[in-house]
């Protein structure tokens, strides 16, 4: 039986990216596809000038697509920097200055400047899988929930419909996000601004 909140959480992270890895490429890349155009026509996205983004990792929901079709919009990206407490801190959108990071997706070069979350409007917040009330399924470092602690603007979960689940375990440090997005549509979560 499994006992603290670790090992609950290291059972589910095992069997969702099990589910991701079955569901399959092309799935996946259809499925990310339909979450930027449910994200591109959201009155949220259209008015936000400055969006925090992520470089997908190999089966994560790619919102790629978004970069290039919306150039207008001034795109950050998480640089993390563990041995500093597990921060992430932020930078432009940079094709040419990205580099890659040993958990596998790509980040910006470390020379690039760095922004400050203050500026920060909308976050894409990827995830292995949310539940319904808008907790996160992460890799287990925490840096998304130290950042979404503190974040004025509006939180937007990244997740397959396959992953979005009824209930997701969660502890004093995590922080829920205010909506969701899958190819299925948005989802305002109960009670979040």
Not at 66 to 80: E, M, S
Not at 100 to 129: K, N, R, T, Y
Not at 165 to 190: C, N, R, S, Y
Request: hydrophobic residues 40%; contains cysteine.
């Amino acid at each position: 039986m499994l006992t603290s909140l670790n090992e609950q959480k290291q059972q589910l992270r095992k069997q969702c990216n099990a589910i991701r890895t079955v569901v399959g490429e092309e799935i996946r890349l259809h499925a990310s596809q339909a979450i930027c155009a449910q994200l591109a026509a959201w009155e949220v996205f259209q008015t936000s000038d400055v969006i925090l983004t992520y470089m997908p990792m190999s089966t994560e929901v790619d919102l790629r697509l978004l970069l290039t079709d919306f150039p207008g919009k001034r795109w950050l990206l998480p640089r993390i920097i563990p041995k500093e407490d597990h921060c992430m801190v932020f930078h432009p959108y940079d094709s040419d200055n990205l580099i890659q990071h040993p958990f596998g997706m790509d980040e910006p070069a470390p020379h690039l400047p760095q922004v400050s979350p203050g500026e920060i409007q909308l976050a894409l917040v990827p995830g292995l899988a949310f539940d319904r009330c808008g907790w996160r399924l992460g890799y287990g470092g925490g840096y998304f929930d130290r950042f979404l602690k503190d974040f004025g603007g509006v939180s937007v979960g990244v997740v397959f419909q396959a992953l979005l689940l009824d209930f997701l375990p969660h502890g004093e440090h995590d922080v829920p996000v205010q909506w969701l997005a899958t190819e299925d549509g948005l989802i305002k979560i109960i009670g979040k601004d």
